[in-house]
């Protein structure tokens, strides 16, 4: 297998394992802290578990040693990691995972400003495309039950958050970040301790909480080892299947309609995306088919 394809399949499974992330808040009965500690202690413990069999305690010195990074994506991938959970219980599922689908968006910003790249025409379209769709999903939420605009707020928080973990560690594309993974969710986790009960809904409901940081531990692993292998276009394709996926499985399991402003805006901020995209990657394509060409002259 090539390490493309590898990537592919790689990624894809971190995507459908993350699916049903949002599911498995709205079974939990619980407080959102509550649910948000489990989530990231047990997913976390996981990882952490893996990468010690796997690497030893070095591993995790060697990915602090990287600096400003590694800390940068630590801190931004723990900020997101329980603001998710908090997203997902003030507002509707598709609202949260419409909105997250514009994290390359903020990517863009974040290069720019941090690295000094350059913001491409087209990425100013694609700008402009989600920001109408996104305004979309926030003037819809004030016309439905269980969607409200302060839980898109902080689904827009979350959504800049994991955009800046990203942007942070794009100089270590070929070291692994999984060892800072768990620091980020159990450091998460243990903040989080303090401001709720974490034993209330563990007699009850102890199976639903294992489950969900079982698959978060999967995903998360899945989506940092993956994208290593892929293009940025490649990745965000990959990762709109879940802003897919995630609202029909909501609705399918407990009957949460998106409702028709969610719909409206984020299959607008969708199609914006899958354009821009796939317009990405056949420039890349391009781009690489010329390379051969040039070295033989």
């Known amino acids: 297998m090539n390490s493309h394809l590898k990537g592919l399949l790689i990624t894809t499974l971190g995507v459908l394992f993350i699916v049903p992330d949002s599911l498995f808040i709205r079974l939990i009965d619980a407080d959102a802290l509550a649910i948000a500690f ?16 796997r690497e030893g305690v070095g591993a ?18 723990g900020i997101s990691a329980p603001g998710f959970v908090l997203a997902v219980s003030m507002t509707s599922v598709a609202n949260v995972v419409f909105i997250l689908a514009a994290m390359p ?32 999903i926030l003037w819809g939420s004030h016309e439905r039950a269980g969607a409200t605009w302060q839980g898109d707020l902080v689904a827009l928080a979350v959504s800049a958050s994991f955009a ?3 942007t942070a560690v794009r100089g270590l594309r070929t070291r692994s970040m999984l060892p800072a993974v768990p620091i980020a969710m159990i450091g998460a986790a243990l903040l989080i301790l303090p401001f709720t009960d974490v034993m209330a809904p563990v007699a009850a409901q102890w199976p639903l909480l294992l489950g969900h940081g079982v698959f978060i531990a999967f995903a998360a692993g899945l989506m940092v080892l ?3 292998y892929l293009s940025s276009a490649e990745v965000s394709l ?26 409206v805006g984020g299959g607008l901020v969708i199609c914006v995306l899958l354009v821009s995209n796939l317009v990405m990657l056949v420039q890349v394509r391009r781009i690489r088919a010329t390379l051969p060409q040039r070295d033989a002259l």
């Open 38 to 53: 489990w989530r990231g202690l047990i997913g976390g413990g996981l990882i952490l578990g893996f990468v010690l069999m």
């Open 226 to 228: 993956g994208p290593r």
């Open 105 to 136: 968006v903020f990517a863009a910003i974040f290069s720019r400003i941090w690295l000094g790249e350059p913001i491409s025409r087209r990425m100013v379209w694609t700008m402009l495309g989600v920001f109408v769709g996104l305004s979309v």
């Open 164 to 166: 800046a973990a990203l």
């Open 60 to 77: 995790f010195g060697q990915v602090l040693r990287a600096g400003r990074p590694t800390l940068g994506y630590i801190l931004f991938f």
């Open 238 to 263: 990959l990762i709109l299947l879940e802003s897919v996926l995630a609202p029909l499985l909501v609705w399918f399991a407990i009957g949460e309609d998106p409702g028709p402003w969610a719909l």
